[in-house]
């Protein structure tokens, strides 16, 4: 498999972590809000073709209050991209906002049976289920819980959860599989630290498995991302006892009965890929775009990779500021990525803004 890093855009500005509380603002955290500014809608989106090639940003008119760590999930017909939870200073959310494609307007979701407010959790379209919540951070502690929405019924629902379950966690990541499963690796909680394990849970039968295998793995770790690609489970960046940032790239193969299960690590030395935690993450033309995070020097990034594929981004040289914590989604149905929220040294986005790219 070709295993390419290629850049589009760099800018940078200030700091976030793997928090142990959640009720009250870390050293460097505000609790200041910005709320999103109310100004007239965008028109409908327009093909690819007629639109300019890198940022610019949206003004869809309401939307969720502005915040960080949420998750941004479109679903499973591709017109609406639904965000839940997150997080401003000490205010946690578990509200459920609609974003449609089509049209770029917010709508509130009246769904009843919410989960706990909860950050640092993880959200994934689940064909048959639904969005899928993960775990996560609440005023009362770290979850390890599974929440589906139905979309259809306007509710919630709590998963079964047998077997080996995952401990309680915030700043995990997860991916669905090519088995079907939900696939969990790493994370963290206040009083046992960092983890390096890695589990599934099975949709059809309601139960976790340990998929930890034997051998090297990466070192535990948070605020990171992982995803499929072509049968392995890729884990890239996060944050680790003293060190701000990590910039190691990882894949687990084996893991779904195609062979011995085992970590490697990719070499992406010279690539010029700096380190990040609790960056955004988005499938894009057979590969991931990431963009921002905070960086090894607690100064937030505001620049776009493309991972694992033959093309570069061909992005503006402006666009969003510096962030971590801003959730990314594809539309394919116009070939585009948004991103929405975040934060900075000294406030929350409620913002969103569209890359587009040749």
């Known amino acids: 498999m070709s295993r390419r890093i290629l850049w589009g855009l760099a800018l940078a500005a200030a700091m976030a972590a793997c928090s142990p509380s959640a009720s009250t603002p870390g050293p460097s955290e505000s609790s200041e809000s910005s709320e999103p500014s109310v100004e007239p809608s965008v028109s409908p989106s327009v093909a690819p073709s007629q639109r300019e090639t890198g940022w610019r940003e949206l003004s869809p008119p309401g939307g969720p ?10 679903g499973g017909d591709g017109s609406v991209a639904y965000v839940f939870g997150g997080r401003a200073g000490a205010s946690l959310f578990n ?10 307007s917010w709508e509130t979701v009246a769904a009843t049976g919410a989960p706990p407010p909860r950050f640092g959790h993880n959200a994934a379209w689940v064909e048959g289920t639904g969005l899928v919540v993960f775990a996560g951070q609440g005023v009362g502690g770290f979850f390890n819980d599974l929440w589906a929405f139905d979309p259809g019924a306007g509710s919630w ?5 047998a077997g080996a379950a995952p401990v309680p966690r915030y700043g995990s990541c997860a991916a669905l599989g ?8 790493h994370g963290f909680t206040s009083e046992l630290a960092r983890f390096d394990d890695t589990r599934a849970y099975d949709f059809a039968t309601g139960t976790w498995t340990d998929e930890s295998p034997p051998g090297t793995a990466p070192i535990q770790r948070c605020l990171h ?14 944050q680790t006892d003293g060190v701000v940032a990590l910039g190691d790239w990882w894949t687990l193969s084996g893991a779904t009965g195609s062979g011995t299960a085992a ?18 993450l988005t499938a894009y033309r057979g590969g991931h775009l990431v963009f921002g995070g905070q960086a090894l020097d607690a100064s937030y990034l505001a620049d776009a ?4 594929h033959e093309g570069a981004p061909a992005a503006a040289p402006s666009g969003p500021s510096g962030r971590s914590g801003a959730e990314m989604v594809t539309d394919e149905g116009r070939d585009r990525v948004l991103l929405f929220g975040g934060r900075d040294a000294s406030s929350h986005f409620g913002d969103v803004w569209e890359l587009t790219v040749p």
């Open 225 to 238: 991302g992982c995803w499929w690609t072509d049968g392995e489970l890729h884990l890239y960046g996060g």
């Open 157 to 161: 629902r709590q998963l079964p959860a």
């Open 178 to 185: 090519p088995d079907g499963r939900l696939w969990i690796s």
């Open 65 to 74: 209050a502005a915040r960080e760590d949420a998750t941004w999930t479109v």
């Open 95 to 104: 509200d459920l906002w609609a974003y449609d494609l089509a049209t770029d």
């Open 305 to 308: 990779w493309l991972i694992d």
């Open 263 to 280: 970590w490697a690590e990719v070499p992406i030395g010279g690539s010029g890929l700096p380190a990040r935690n609790l960056y955004a």
